[in-house]
């Protein structure tokens, strides 16, 4: 069954650094998210991307945030100056054009030090 | 706006017990409804979903739930809970403001007794 695969599975960061975080969406899917779930708390919505272009991102995704599909396989969450605030577990889903269900993956935990 | 609440962040049940997760939402028209698994290592699973019709609903690993519009309620339940099932579970509201996209709750922990 197709899967959507998320590397690295665990980041560790000094404060201020550049993470990128990688994600290998379905195939045939045209819808790609990012979430983050900080521990304890929700898991949130980031950020939505469609035709090689954010549809919708949340107060969350600052300036410091940014997507990016680079060839056509690969969907990228780059934060560019980590915070502490930052250390969350961070979800990458996909979806189908004509679809309602989200595939998730099994997450990267971020932890900013 | 639209939020999604599951009081229970940690419950414990015995093996072979029934089980049930409760998860209340907010939103102003039927959304679209779905129950996620995590197991640690592993990424979110979906159990089930419920878009519309039969407000009962079979999923996998012999789990259902209910969605009752009056109490804004979509409840998961399973008859006989097995050691396996320990994982944290989380409901989730698909709705689509400005674009389509997910609200979850916060989660919980079931912890399954031998």
């Known amino acids: 069954e197709p899967e959507v695969t998320q590397t690295p599975s665990h980041q560790v960061t000094q404060m201020g650094q550049e993470v990128i975080l990688r994600c290998v969406p379905i195939?045939?899917?045209?819808?790609f998210y990012w979430y983050r779930q900080i521990l304890g708390q929700k898991v949130e919505f980031l950020v939505s991307?469609?035709?090689?272009?954010?549809?919708?991102k949340s107060e969350i995704f600052d300036d410091q945030f940014s997507v990016e599909r680079p060839d056509g396989s690969n969907f990228t969450l780059k934060i560019r100056s980590t915070k502490l605030e930052d250390s969350a577990m961070y979800f990458c889903?996909?979806?189908?054009?004509?679809?309602?269900?989200?595939?998730f993956g099994a997450g990267t935990r971020l932890s900013v030090l | 706006a639209q939020s999604v609440t599951q009081p229970d962040i940690h419950i414990t049940v015995s093996e072979g017990a029934s089980l049930e997760l409760r998860c209340n939402y907010s939103?102003?028209?039927?959304?679209?409804l779905f129950w996620y698994v995590q197991s640690p290592g592993q990424g979110l699973q979906l159990l089930l979903k419920?878009?519309?019709?039969?407000?009962l609903v079979q999923g996998i690993k012999g789990f259902e739930a209910e969605f009752k519009r009056s109490q804004s309620s979509f409840n998961l339940r399973k008859p006989s809970v097995h050691w396996s099932d320990a994982a944290e579970y989380f409901c989730?509201?698909?709705?689509?403001?400005?674009?389509?996209?997910?609200?979850f709750g916060t989660g919980t922990r079931l912890k399954v007794l031998a």
């Open positions: 889903a996909s979806m189908t054009e004509l679809g309602n269900i989200q595939y």
């Open positions: 195939s045939n899917h045209l819808y």
């Open positions: 991307f469609y035709n090689n272009e954010i549809s919708e």
């Open positions: 939103y102003g028209a039927t959304p679209y």
């Open positions: 419920y878009f519309s019709g039969d407000t």
């Open positions: 989730a509201v698909g709705f689509t403001s400005g674009t389509y996209k997910y609200i």
